[in-house]
C-alpha cells in the first residue's frame, strides 16, 4: 500500500530553520510530481511548495517563496521542505501530497490535483 509518513517538525523560534521529510512507498515515487501543503490553526489547507516529477522545476506560494525550498531524492524515495527564516504564522500541519497522474509536467497548486497524502508533522513557530 501506498503510504507517505512526514518527519522533522518541532517547536523552534523565529528566525529559525527546520527540515521537514516525506518518506513514500508503495510507488513509483521518481514518477510523479509532488508537494507539501499546510494547515494553520483556524485556516484551510494550503499549497505550500511543489516539484516536478524530473525535479525540474519547483513553485512555491507568495508567503513562503525565498524562504522555503523543496526538493527531491529519488534514489531514497523522499521529499524534503527546507525552511529557514521561520515566521509565526508558519505554524501549521504540513502534509506532504502525490500528484494524481503519472509524469504529469509542472506543479499544481489544487488540493484536488493530489491523491495521496501523508498524517502531517506539526511546526509550531514562537515569536
Known amino acids: 500500500q501506498v503510504q507517505l509518513v512526514e518527519s522533522g517538525g518541532g517547536s523552534v523560534q523565529a528566525g529559525d530553520s527546520l527540515r521537514l521529510s516525506c518518506v513514500v512507498s508503495?510507488?513509483?515515487?521518481?514518477?510523479?510530481?509532488m508537494a507539501w501543503f499546510r494547515q494553520a490553526p483556524g485556516k484551510e489547507q494550503e499549497f505550500v511548495g511543489g516539484?516536478?516529477?524530473?525535479?525540474?522545476?519547483?513553485t512555491y506560494s507568495d508567503s513562503v517563496k525565498g524562504r522555503f525550498t523543496i526538493s527531491r531524492d529519488n534514489t531514497k524515495s523522499i521529499l524534503y521542505l527546507q525552511m529557514n527564516s521561520l515566521k509565526p504564522e508558519d505554524t501549521a500541519v504540513y502534509c506532504c501530497?502525490?500528484?494524481?497522474?503519472?509524469?504529469?509536467?509542472?506543479?499544481?497548486?489544487?488540493?484536488?490535483?493530489?491523491?495521496?497524502w501523508g498524517q502531517g508533522t506539526q511546526v509550531t513557530v514562537s515569536s
Open positions: 501530497a502525490v500528484d494524481r497522474f503519472l509524469r504529469r509536467d509542472g506543479v499544481r497548486s489544487r488540493l484536488e490535483d493530489y491523491r495521496y
Open positions: 508503495g510507488l513509483a515515487f521518481r514518477a510523479y510530481s
Open positions: 516539484i516536478s516529477w524530473s525535479g525540474g522545476a519547483s
